[in-house]
């Protein structure tokens, strides 16, 4: 069983025992004069005692996965679960065993319930730890815990001691106190914060000016002006855009949906001009995997303000490395991209080989699922011995699954960049994770090729020869092409230490704050946007990030500006290729190991790539030393960058 499942397994358990020593407890209240209130009540009492157990259990298995899965079990949960249960066999067991035995009991009921009680609200602990306090475990949040356990246990013995209604209020108005103070201090620990992590961000909630030590500003890191650019014009649009297969949507798009295909070649200088038409909340573009100077990244409230309706701006950047990337708004992006504000960016070296190139986004719409634009099967004609590049782009929230039959291939390229010693694939379907990319490169064979999703089988692309017909027969259910063992190994000794910056990204989700509302937020290190502290640089560092994923959702981590090099998964290292990727899948329960060369300063967003998740509050910034921004998040503009 994985740790991930032993940590569910815990809660499960915290939730069984905390319901079984309850319900001793009120089987003793309620029961006190029969006798086989007494039998039964040992009974459950063992059972939640064996749960305690289970879980000590549990967290000594885990703990080899790393202290960040156990940390607040234990340190508080399992303490707490221990000693009241232990307090409770002490106190309920001998008086329970004389009552089975007909003998008279000295120990007031009340007590032997207060007792039982108190070891479920005991258990509960590590329900509240589990989905509030998280990780890390503050001393103010463990403090507070214990503060509210004691007050409880203490209005439970008062009430079945039959004390006086002023003793009972009394209390209960200390433990109202104490939950409210608590959620003060985190309510104003949130808008506290937001000042700190501005700084620590380079911008805020509240207008920033540049900083006087700051030597430049985000604004500044720009693209000189170049004679004869590549011109791309974009328009932000609401649109009726009608499919293919004749059915039609509603759409939010760059003219069209996918926006239009922008194709380079390696060395062009390009220039995007965004103009908005009537996006009322505003939009921008970020160019996702393509390590643009800062001021080009297309943030809003970070490297420029939200692109509002009548208004234009434009970006300019150098294509210096060849691959597939694409483009989005990062103005409301989680609606923004889900309703279509997307396209495509291919990047050709000077001299391109011959061969059919295919750019295939897949993009869900609802219950509708596109695959290059096409939410039909299609068809293209390819003549037998043809090299073939696909390339395959998951744009929605969640990882998708490709798979390529009918011929051998080969996952050349990942994420923009080339992989080491590729060998043929075949019968195994491909994971991309959300905003990520694969080149496939295959060889045309004289019958056809499939090429789908498994998220809508019936959406697919056949390749078929001249005068020849599609496969009939698509396998499905896979095996995973794993790229971990793919390819071979090739030399990354630049980037194998010692490192100038060191991080640990712990992924979770709990109950937090945001917007001065509490919602079940996903969180870095315990907090969410904007009070995650940035990960300071300075240029030319060598950073290495450890990222732990304790929760039970995906994560694609995605840093702007960079790609960054997978050391490990879990603690092991690729045997293949060289993973060099800009969005990298944290899956439930994994720790991963990557690093980066900061040689492209800035003000940079690392966010999961679930738009969703970043909304929620999964986002921080990698903040170059003397860097600043102008923008300010919300203002003027309502800059919302998820």
């Excluded at 002490?90 to 070891?119: E, F, G, M």
């Excluded at 303000?305 to 434009?314: E, H, K, Q, W």
């Excluded at 694609?556 to 790609?563: A, D, F, Q, T």
Aim: a negative charge; hydrophobic letters at 45%; charged letters at 15%.
């Amino acid at each position: 069983m994985s740790h991930q499942s032993l940590l569910g397994l815990d809660l499960a358990l915290c939730v069984v025992g905390a319901a079984l020593w309850l319900a001793s407890g009120i089987v003793v209240a309620r029961n006190s004069a029969s006798r086989w209130g007494p039998r039964l009540t040992l009974g459950i009492a063992l059972l939640g005692t064996l749960t305690v157990v289970g879980r000590i259990l549990i967290v000594i298995a885990v703990r080899e996965a790393g202290w960040w899965f156990i940390e607040e079990k234990a340190l508080l949960a399992l303490p707490v679960a221990a000693l009241t249960a232990l307090v409770a066999l002490v106190i309920a067991v001998p008086p329970l065993v004389r009552r089975t035995r007909r003998r008279p009991v000295s120990v007031p009921p009340a007590r032997v319930a207060t007792a039982l009680l108190a070891a479920g609200y005991g258990s509960a602990v590590g329900v509240v730890t589990t989905l509030i306090t998280g990780y890390p475990l503050t001393l103010f949040a463990a403090l507070s815990v214990l503060v509210l356990l004691v007050l409880l246990i203490a209005i439970t013995a008062a009430v079945l001691s039959d004390r006086p209604p002023r003793t009972i209020g009394g209390l209960a108005a200390l433990a109202v106190l104490a939950l409210l103070a608590s959620a003060g201090y985190g309510w104003l620990g949130t808008a506290a914060g937001v000042t700190a992590a501005s700084a620590s961000h380079g911008h805020g909630i509240a207008a920033a000016p540049v900083e006087p030590e700051a030597s430049v500003s985000v604004a500044d890191i720009r693209t000189a002006q170049t004679e004869n650019p590549v011109r791309v014009t974009l328009e932000a649009q609401q649109q009726r855009v009608q499919l293919p297969s004749g059915a039609s949507l509603d759409a939010w798009s760059y003219g069209s949906v996918p926006g239009q295909p922008i194709v380079v070649h390696q060395g062009d200088t390009v220039e995007v001009e965004l103009r908005n038409r009537d996006i009322e909340d505003g939009v921008t573009v970020h160019w996702h995997g393509v390590d643009v100077p800062n001021g080009e990244d297309g943030v809003a409230g970070v490297t420029q303000n939200a692109v509002l309706p009548g208004r234009s701006f434009t970006y300019s950047f150098v294509a210096e490395d060849t691959g597939t990337y694409w483009y989005h708004t990062h103005q409301h992006s989680a609606e923004g991209v889900r309703r279509g504000l997307y396209g495509t960016l291919v990047v050709l070296p000077v001299a391109a080989p011959p061969q059919v190139d295919l750019t295939l986004p897949l993009h869900t719409f609802g219950e509708t699922t596109l695959l290059g634009g096409s939410d039909r099967r299609d068809t293209v004609e390819v003549a037998p011995g043809q090299p073939v590049r696909l390339r395959l782009i998951n744009t929605d929230q969640v990882p998708r699954w490709f798979t390529v039959t009918g011929a051998p291939f080969r996952v050349v390229a990942v994420d923009g960049r080339d992989l080491s010693g590729p060998t043929d694939v075949a019968d195994q379907a491909l994971r991309i994770p959300a905003g990520g990319r694969y080149d496939v490169q295959l060889t045309m064979p004289a019958s056809a090729v499939a090429v789908r999703t498994a998220s809508a089988p019936e959406i697919r692309l056949d390749l078929v020869a001249p005068g020849g017909r599609a496969l009939d027969d698509v396998p499905s259910g896979l095996p995973t092409l794993d790229l971990f063992t793919y390819g071979t190994p090739a030399a990354t000794s630049d980037m194998d230490g010692p490192y100038d910056v060191s991080d640990t990204l712990v992924l979770d989700r709990a109950m937090r704050f945001m917007n001065g509302l509490p919602g079940f937020g996903y969180t870095v290190n315990g907090a969410v946007y904007p009070l995650i502290p940035a990960t300071e640089v300075s240029e030319g560092d060598l950073v290495h990030l450890t990222v732990v994923n304790r929760g039970t959702d995906t994560h694609p981590m995605h840093p702007h500006g960079h790609h960054v090099l997978v050391l490990s998964r879990n603690g092991v290292a690729p045997t293949g290729s060289p993973l060099w990727l800009d969005t990298f899948d944290v899956q439930p329960g994994e720790v991963w190991e990557v690093a980066l060369r900061a040689d492209n300063p800035g003000i940079w967003m690392d966010h999961c790539h679930n738009l969703d998740h970043a909304a929620e509050g999964m986002l921080l910034h990698l903040a170059y030393a003397g860097v600043a921004s102008p923008f300010e998040h919300g203002g003027p503009a309502g800059n919302q960058p998820e």
